[in-house]
């Protein structure tokens, strides 16, 4: 099809209008709370010490039964709007699997002697997703960030990590469980959300238009969504930080009685004009833990000298679609 056909049939898509009934959130087990505007609350706005947390992760080398993962975690203090401290830990993982006891054996190499992660971490076939070996490296990216927040709860005020404060594993559970009872206070901001209303409407749309329609100015808080959201501690919010922005932001908070001056805390955070409304500590954690697809090609390439014929093989197996989606 040409591309004037496909624009044409772009064009003719029915985009959805804005309704006149949204629904009501729909979170499972849980019982939703009707949108209202009596449920907006102004934030106002305060200094204190924030630590921000967050973690990337890349694949140097997979082959099914062994895999090579790069893992970084980072963190900085912030005072308001000024950064005073900051840590940024790289480990290599060296993963191979046990077909005796279906268990994964990760190597963990401390490239920073950090002492956040263990020299050796065992991970049940059941505790991945479908992508098995190759999601290692998420899976203890994810242990990291709350060992990470562990160490570091003692140095501010409050904890704001990228991503949700949900989770279903019960090794990260037991993680997060210890951040819980050392931190003052967590806030888990999510840069994207899929939850949706009773309709299919965004959650996060339906409460952005609400304010909009209403002339309710930022900085503001929703809540509440639902009520009794058994797969959260804490409580869930929808924020938006900074009037100027176009985005607001799925939050969760723990204890939620402490919202408010979490918030508070985070509109000075805000006012950046490389993401005006998000916080720039989270975007700062983003930035420096990052591990970018032209780094581990740099590290490919250091260890492709070292494989043998076979391991060449091993990663052939797995490394035909990443070949072909790099055909320019």
């Known amino acids: 099809m040409p591309e004037g056909g496909i624009f044409e049939v772009l064009r003719s898509i029915s985009y959805r ?4 009934d949204f629904g009501v959130p729909s979170i499972a087990n849980a019982d939703p709370v009707p949108f209202s505007v009596e449920n907006f609350h102004p934030i106002s706005s305060r200094r204190a010490r924030l630590c921000f947390v967050d973690g990337g992760n890349n694949s140097i080398f997979v082959a099914p039964g062994q895999a090579i993962h790069m893992v970084r975690l980072y963190y900085s203090v912030f005072q308001g709007d000024e950064k005073i401290k900051f840590g940024r830990f790289t480990y290599i993982l060296d993963t191979r699997y046990d077909p005796g006891s279906g268990e994964y054996v990760v190597r963990v190499h401390d490239v920073d002697n950090a002492g956040i992660l263990p020299e050796e971490m065992t991970v049940e076939e059941s505790a ?8 290692i490296g998420t899976h203890v990216r994810r242990l990291g ?3 990470l927040m562990e160490k570091i709860a003692g140095e501010c005020n409050y904890i704001v990590r990228d991503g949700s404060l ?5 090794e990260e559970y037991m993680y997060q469980e210890r951040v819980f009872n050392r931190a003052k206070g967590i806030i888990g901001i999510s840069k994207t959300c899929s939850l949706m209303t009773t309709r299919g409407f965004s959650i996060v749309a339906a409460v952005q238009y609400l304010a909009e329609r209403n002339g309710i100015k930022a900085p503001w808080y929703y809540n509440p969504i639902a009520r009794n959201i058994s797969t959260i501690r804490g409580d869930m919010f929808v924020i938006k930080l900074h009037p100027m922005s176009e985005y607001a932001f799925r939050a969760e908070i723990y204890p939620e009685t402490r919202a408010e001056e979490i918030l508070a805390a985070l509109v000075p955070q805000s006012n950046d ?4 409304g998000y916080p720039y500590g989270l975007l700062d954690a983003d930035i420096n833990a990052r ?9 490919r390439s250091m260890i492709s000298d070292f494989l043998d014929d076979f391991s060449r093989m091993e990663m052939r197996a797995l490394d035909a679609h990443d070949r072909i989606s790099e055909v320019k």
Request: net charge negative; aromatic share 10%.
């Open 145 to 147: 960030e709350w060992l």
């Open 273 to 276: 004009a490389t993401f005006i």
């Open 128 to 135: 991945l997703r479908e992508e098995k070996i190759r999601a």
């Open 291 to 299: 591990i970018s697809d032209e780094e581990v090609k740099l590290y």
């Open 166 to 170: 949900q989770t279903g594993e019960a």
């Open 17 to 20: 209008d804005i309704p006149d």
